[in-house]
């Protein structure tokens, strides 16, 4: 019995800063990709193996709004401080600065940053659960 894949699917207009964030900032991989599928371009990202994905996609002709609150979050927890550590100076590299959480729990032991379209992504230095 195959376990569940979680896919996040989230439009964008832009698709390369969007991919080169999550790739280059985070270190996740290139799962696939796909251009002018039906009105579509896409790329999908995460890391090889595990059973998630992020899927962004652009429709041709079509603009969508940036994130509506600030409370939309994709938290990634990172329990070993160079993990962490790693993480945050890829993402800082790239010329993104940490902003304060909405939610200060989310300061307390991680750094919150935004991506290309204002969703935002904190690195949680700690295990979950």
Known sequence: MHSPVLRV???????HKVTDFYTR????????????????DGV?????????HIEFTRQHGVTVERAP???HLLVLYLPERDAWSAAVERLEALGVTACESEN????????TFEDPDGYRIVLQNTAWG
């Open 9 to 15: 699917a989230r439009p964008t207009n832009n698709l």
């Open 25 to 40: 900032g985070l270190g996740f991989d290139v799962l696939a990709s796909f251009e002018n599928h039906q009105g579509f």
């Open 44 to 52: 999908v990202v995460g890391r090889r193996g595990c059973p998630w």
């Open 69 to 71: 609150t600030t409370e």
């Open 104 to 111: 200060p729990y989310w300061d307390r032991q991680g750094k």
